[in-house]
Nanobody
């Protein structure tokens, strides 16, 4: 069983930056596909980014391309989401999730078909 804990959320002004962390315990998840998702206030959860393996495959939703960077540190059992040029519309609860199926399709990931989920961390971007 894998437990995921997110950290790094907070309040930031538009144009600012934050780095979110997703740390796994209970098992190493270096071989898992790990994604970040977010749920804006009053809206449905949406996919943000995914990383497979050591970073051989990375995929972002269009709205964050060029502003967000997903990466992982296998030694720390942690996946990061570096967020820059933040906008008020980035305000959301950000959650990480992991799939044992490293080959999970992008469609399945976007649909949220992951095996393990963290509880999330709130990011608020003020205008």
């Amino acid at each position: 069983q894998v437990q995921l804990v997110e950290s790094g959320g907070g309040l930031v002004q538009a144009g600012g930056s934050l780095i979110l962390s997703c740390t796994a315990s209970g098992s190493t998840f270096s071989s898992y596909a790990v994604g970040w998702f977010r749920q804006p206030p009053g809206k449905e959860r949406e996919f943000v980014a995914i990383i497979r393996g050591g970073g051989e495959y990375i995929y972002y939703t269009d709205s964050v391309k060029g502003r967000f960077t997903i990466s992982r540190d296998g030694a720390e059992n942690t996946v990061y989401l570096q967020m820059s040029s933040l906008k008020p519309e980035d305000t959301a609860v950000y959650s990480c999730a992991a799939s044992r199926n490293v080959g999970i399709s992008d469609y399945a990931v976007r649909s949220g078909a992951m095996d393990y989920w963290g509880k999330g961390t709130l990011v608020t971007v003020s205008s």
